[in-house]
């Protein structure tokens, strides 16, 4: 896959984590396995991007006697998110296109 | 490997990074481990799904090359307000962009009289050379020997020594012509540069 087509659909996977509460990076990684892989290193690229681009904010908290982040999703990444659902309902069409008289279906 | 090891590993092999970048990501991967090992993990073992402080930094890296790379491919033309800084300063810097290229001009004609000169001084030598050479038959004829041969002497090292200087005069204007054609190069470029964003 194009790699900036992938770093944009894992930013709005990690929206997609946060978006009902907040949580923190080992809980983001934990919700997004059975769906997709994605190690420590890519997501502290994308929290820092999100941030950047405040889709999200980030608070530091006690936590067990150690400090832990935590990830707050914003409106702006709320409205991300839903870009991208239209976005993808366009490419799913596209996607039934293209397989459509396929032998088996993927 | 401990915790404690990993973080310090991973804060040396991060030394590209400023202090603070480096510390934020260091603070991150601990709390990555803490939150495995309070999953249940061992120390050891949630060092070890963390990954290695080499792919780390390696990754690290790679994402400061790109980030580069976009930044340079998404430069911006010229705003407004650097166009009147530019108009308006010109009094300033153009005096001063005249003077400097003056001085490049400057040096690039010492250069070339370096050259100049060397291949005068060779033919000068050559010329006496073949003279005294020519000139000291004279005087072998007419009886001079000791003067013919001090002459046939003095022709000779100066025909030697205009051997040594050919070489040294092709090598000196074989790179006077090369920093030459590489100024104009790397002009060329640049101006091309600028007109193709």
């Not at chain 2, 911006?76 to 153009?94: A, D, R, Y």
């Amino acid at each position: 896959m194009d790699i900036q087509l992938k770093r944009g659909i894992l930013d709005v996977c990690v929206l997609a984590a946060i978006k009902d509460e907040e949580s923190y990076g080992y809980k983001i990684i934990k919700d997004m396995k059975p769906y997709v892989e994605m190690s420590e290193s890519t997501l502290y690229t994308i929290l820092k991007r999100l941030e950047h681009q405040r889709m999200l904010t980030v608070r530091t908290a006690e936590h067990g006697g150690r400090l832990r982040k935590y990830y707050r999703i914003t409106r702006a990444g709320l409205g991300r998110i839903e870009d991208f659902k239209d976005e993808w309902r366009e490419v799913m069409q596209m996607y039934k296109f293209v397989t459509k008289g396929d032998s088996y279906n993927a | 490997m401990r915790k404690e090891e990993f973080l310090k590993s991973l804060r040396r092999k991060l030394w590209k990074l400023s202090a603070a970048e480096r510390e934020e990501r260091v603070l991150f991967y601990s709390e990555m481990i803490d939150d495995r090992m309070e999953e249940g993990l061992s120390e050891a073992a949630a060092v070890r799904s963390v990954g290695s402080t080499d792919a780390i930094s390696e990754e690290v890296l790679r994402e400061r090359k790109e980030k580069k790379i976009e930044a340079a491919a998404e430069r911006k033309p010229l705003s407004g307000t650097n166009i009147l800084l530019l108009v308006l300063g010109f009094p300033l810097w153009f005096p001063l962009l005249a003077a400097a290229f003056a001085v490049a001009v400057a040096l690039y004609a010492v250069l070339v009289s370096v050259a100049v000169s060397l291949w005068a001084v060779f033919v000068s030598l050559v010329a006496s050379g073949v003279g005294g050479l020519v000139a000291s038959v004279f005087y072998f004829a007419s009886g001079g020997t000791p003067l013919g041969f001090a002459l046939l002497g003095a022709s000779l090292a100066a025909l030697g020594l205009s051997i040594f200087l050919f070489f040294a005069c092709k090598e000196c204007t074989k790179w006077t012509l090369n920093l030459t054609k590489q100024a104009f190069v790397s002009v060329k470029n640049r101006i091309l540069r600028k007109e193709s964003i």
